[in-house]
């Protein structure tokens, strides 16, 4: 049977599908000239580039049952590497983001964005995994959401830029959008682990508080 969870990873690898054409073709294209341009950032771009693929390519799997309870090592060995990926894409983004300032002149404000969003998904993804280190399977589940939630911040703002054609609205736009999918990243994670509670509550009767007085019935009059 089609889940709810699939539906929300079928949106998620179309979002990625895009961005990747969109944005990141330039990959397969060995004669792009921004290949010129990214070569002024270094090591620091392509080990950043290489962990986040990492993290993003890993995560899902960490949101299989029958992975988790068939393939165990398997689950254990791709989530540490999602923790790994995730510790060390965070700062080198700020960092790359801070070098952007001095290479393409752009402002502190990213740098201040790139920021936020590291620490973010630092939280997110140590509290996470200091759960599974304690064996606290649902906390862990919860806070890997958020973590995961995160980490998409990436493909979403240049999904929502791309679409919208706001990419070249200026920076303040883009600056705009991507604090927005941060904004929302958290609420939208837990609304995605609250959501069976969520739509209990919204289906089931309401009930009357204690102690609140029901409708006097009318009073009637004894006949003449």
Not at 31 to 45: A, E, T, V
Request: proline share 4%; with cysteine; glycine share 8%.
């Amino acid at each position: 049977m089609i889940r709810g969870k699939h539906l929300v990873f079928a949106g998620i690898l179309g979002m990625t599908a895009y961005v990747l054409y969109h944005n990141e073709r330039f990959l397969i294209e060995p004669n792009n000239p921004i290949w010129g341009h990214y070569s002024k950032y270094g090591w620091w771009l392509l080990t950043h580039g290489v962990a986040g693929a990492c993290a993003l390519v890993l995560a899902p799997m960490q949101f299989s049952e029958r992975l988790r309870k068939r393939y165990t090592r398997l689950h254990r060995v791709s989530g540490r590497t999602y923790v790994v990926g995730a510790l060390v894409l965070a700062p080198l983004g700020a960092y790359v983001q801070y070098m952007a300032e001095g290479i393409d002149g752009a402002p502190r404000s990213f740098t201040i964005l790139a920021i936020v969003d590291a620490a973010m998904l630092w939280g997110t993804t140590l509290v996470a995994f200091t759960f599974a280190l304690r064996r606290r399977i649902t906390m862990h589940r919860l806070w890997m959401t958020r973590s995961y939630a995160v980490a998409l911040v990436f493909f979403e703002g240049r999904f929502i830029l791309g679409v919208t054609g706001w990419e070249a609205a200026g920076v303040e736009i883009v600056q705009a959008v991507i604090w927005a999918c941060l904004a929302f990243s958290v609420l939208v994670a837990d609304l995605i682990n609250d959501w069976h509670e969520i739509r209990l509550a919204a289906l089931a009767p309401a009930k009357v508080p204690i102690g609140a007085e029901r409708p006097a019935r009318a009073a009637v009059l004894p006949s003449a």
